[in-house]
């Protein structure tokens, strides 16, 4: 390990531009439209739509947009089941907690904070409407599985795809697999638009109504296409369409993906080739990627041995200049559902809560800055004992 020193801090995430920003946005107000479903906004969904095959792609104001749209489209309605991880973050679940659903939380894997998919069908009732499934740091969930169970039960399966973008499960994108897919471009992620999301929609008869939902229950889109001759309420809805400018920033992004996930995935890749010999040693765990699926290196994360030995290890990094950060509290504990959640232990769940540290990622950290970072966290573990304290 050489003896790498950094003067200044290192954050846990710097938003990445990619030079074209600000000239698109000075575009799309030049057009004198900037509203939804401008020029930008068409030229996104052109690009979902070709590049990873989606039916229909919507731009959202955020992922958790995308979600609430998903809970409208299928129908969820008060007393309906829900099933999805209890590791994931509150949008996921609030999407159909305010259609008035009961959300059944399900554990994650023992190697990975994906959804426990052998244990999904016990979860599964005459209530049960849908399954929501979360790609846990891009990685796929094992989706033979649960589309065998959605097929089985004719439930809806939506996939949770807000860390997801550009991953593939067997060759085929992830997001594109259930009957809606959610992405988020928030400003941690690896496309970003600062805030925005997009709706897949892989089943073209809910193309048409998911449209009208984004639109504020009109067939505004309809009218613009001039499919009808005037607009008006036709259904529920609410102003899911983010403005032109989003789109603009976001197409900027979208232009130099290839790129973005080139230098996310070589920093995973330093990372895990710099961190494995400790991992092999017993000192805490890393990701596991599968055959079946690929790595679009959303974030990085070590598995801590305990949440003591993880908290030191936030300690000792942040007083060396580097910010690494925990990640989701389990919902079923949650205060606002552990009086709903039907009792039963979550232990996967739990572990990752307690023991999961994520380590900084973004475009633009340099070799010379990751290679600090595991030095750092190898000093830190050269003073831990075998039992993990100091």
């Known amino acids: 390990m050489s003896n790498v020193s950094i003067s200044r801090k290192i954050p846990f995430n710097r938003p990445f531009l990619t030079g074209k920003e600000l000239t698109y946005i000075q575009e799309a107000v030049n057009l004198g439209k900037i509203s939804g479903d401008g020029f930008f906004t068409k030229k ?39 099933i999805m991880p209890s590791y994931t973050f509150p949008s996921t679940a609030n999407a159909f907690v305010l259609r008035g659903a009961k959300i059944v939380f399900a554990d994650s894997c023992d190697d990975s904070p994906n959804i426990d998919s052998d244990h999904i069908e016990e979860l599964i009732t005459e209530k049960t409407k849908a399954i929501v499934i979360v790609h846990y740091a891009g990685v796929a969930c094992k989706m033979d599985q649960i589309l065998q169970l959605a097929s089985k039960y004719q439930l809806f399966l939506i996939e949770d795809a807000a860390h997801a973008i550009d991953s593939y499960y067997k060759g085929i994108p992830l997001g594109s697999l259930g009957h809606f897919g959610a992405f988020s471009f928030h400003e941690t992620k690896n496309i970003s638009s ?110 801590c041995r305990s949440l003591e030995q993880r908290q030191l290890l936030i300690d000792f990094l942040k007083r060396n200049g580097i910010l690494s950060v925990f990640h989701y509290l389990p919902l079923h504990s949650s205060e606002f559902y552990r009086h709903k959640h039907d009792g039963r232990n979550l232990p996967n769940c739990d572990r990752y809560s307690d023991c999961l540290l994520r380590l900084p990622l973004y475009c633009g950290l340099s070799g010379e800055e990751v290679e600090y970072i595991i030095q750092k966290i190898v000093e830190f573990y050269d003073a831990v004992d075998s039992f993990g304290s100091k």
């Open 194 to 303: 600062g805030e925005g999301g997009l709706l897949a929609i892989n089943d073209e008869k809910f193309a048409l109504r998911a449209e009208i939902i984004r639109e504020k229950g009109t067939n505004r889109s309809a009218f613009f296409r001039g499919e009808v001759n005037k607009y008006g309420w036709v259904d529920m809805g609410s102003s899911f369409l983010p403005s032109d400018i989003n789109a603009a920033f976001l197409y900027a992004q979208l232009e130099s993906l290839d790129e973005i996930q080139r230098q996310r995935v070589a920093i995973w890749r330093q990372y895990y080739e710099g961190l494995k010999p400790l991992s092999d040693a017993g000192y805490f765990s890393l990701p596991v990627v599968p055959p079946y699926a690929t790595n679009n290196a959303h974030l990085f994360y070590m598995i």
């Open 44 to 82: 996104c969904h052109e690009f979902f739509q070709k590049k990873y095959g989606f039916n229909k792609a919507l731009l959202t104001t955020s992922c958790t947009s995308a979600l609430e749209m998903s809970a409208i489209l299928a129908e969820i309605r008060v007393d309906d089941e829900v």
